[in-house]
């Protein structure tokens, strides 16, 4: 039995400093919320805790207006260590984890981390990201919209407040229940943990696309010559394809395309971005999708104009 743990977390953050010592706990979790669904979504069960700051001792101004929350309130919660302890305990055996954006499991790894807690996951950790399975349900898969319009969209009465971490939870288990099965099978990974070894990689096929998540490397020249990370397979059929667009950058280095054909598959666009990981190292997310022949006209006029500005800098 799989259960579905949507959580929320609030956190509060620290006043910059000029040289930049708050970095290794830039936000400190004060509030974690959950409900757990069963494999039929429906709600079995609540978790909602506050947690007792040990880092930051004021409310920083834009978490004040924001989570309703007094440090007062907070003296009564516990010790991180132990609300984390407990919240997982709580979660079961392999939970599904489900959040509204990408930001909630990563920021509760590096609170877990800084406390030298076990870490949940060994790799990258798969989960629902809620606010991109609404967009690709409702919208068109790219725009990122707030709880609140989710909220409004779906006409879900606003009986609780928002931005307090139980609500939050509930509201986005709301939105989640409501999500089609098939838009359901797009889930992320959460990078937080990168693969170590290619035994950890992530290869991944998706109804339209496919995911790569790469190892860990020292420098960008490794990764741009590893023969995985370049390679352009056909993700249907595995076969070795014709690349028709060589790999270039349009922004200097920040994603690189590639376009490749398949004789029974077609075209498929091939674009890896270079990613940091946590201990400062570098890796890939590669994605491939099948495109049309207009679409990789389009990327060839791209490659063509990107190639004679380059030209033009280099006079
Ligand atoms: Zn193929």
């Known amino acids: 039995m799989k259960n579905y743990i949507v959580f929320d977390l609030e956190w509060n953050q620290g006043e910059k400093t000029r040289d930049d010592e708050l970095s ?13 669904l069963n494999e039929q979504l429906e709600i079995i069960d609540t978790f909602s805790r506050l947690v007792k700051p040990q880092v930051y001792h004021e409310m920083h101004k834009i978490t004040e207006k924001l989570i309703h929350l007094t440090m007062k309130d ?6 991180f260590i132990k609300v984390a302890d407990d919240f997982l305990k709580w979660c079961g055996e392999d939970p599904a984890f489900c959040t509204w954006g990408p930001l909630d499991l990563p920021e509760l790894q590096r609170n877990m981390e800084y406390y030298n807690m076990e870490p949940i996951a060994d790799g990258p950790l798969p989960f629902f990201d809620v606010q991109k399975l609404f967009s690709l349900e409702y919208e ?4 990122r919209r707030a709880l609140e319009f989710a909220i409004d969209f779906k006409e879900i009465p606003k009986d609780q407040p928002f931005h307090r971490a139980l609500s939050d939870a509930v509201y986005t288990a709301r939105i989640f229940q409501g999500i089609s099965e098939r838009i359901r099978n797009n889930y992320s990974f959460d990078n937080y943990v990168t693969p170590k070894d290619k035994r950890q990689e992530i290869h991944i096929v998706f109804e339209k696309y496919a995911k790569y998540i790469s190892r860990e490397f020292d420098t960008r020249e490794e990764l741009l010559s590893d023969s995985e990370v370049m390679s352009t397979r056909c993700y249907i059929c595995h076969k070795n394809i014709r690349r028709k667009i060589k790999w270039f950058s349009p922004n200097g280095g920040k994603y690189y395309i590639a376009v490749s054909y398949c004789n029974e598959h077609g075209y498929m666009k091939s674009k890896i971005r270079v990613k940091k990981s946590e201990n400062d190292k570098l890796y890939v997310v590669k994605t491939s999708k099948f495109i049309s022949e207009e679409d990789k006209n389009e990327l060839k006029d791209k490659k063509e104009r990107y190639k004679q500005r380059m030209k033009k800098i280099k006079k």
Not at 24 to 36: N, R, S, T, Y
Not at 74 to 79: A, C, S, T
Not at 140 to 143: D, S
């Open 24 to 36: 290794d706990l830039p936000f400190e979790i004060v509030e974690i919320g959950a409900v757990k």
């Open 74 to 79: 907070l003296e009564k919660g516990d010790i």
């Open 140 to 143: 068109n898969g790219k725009l």
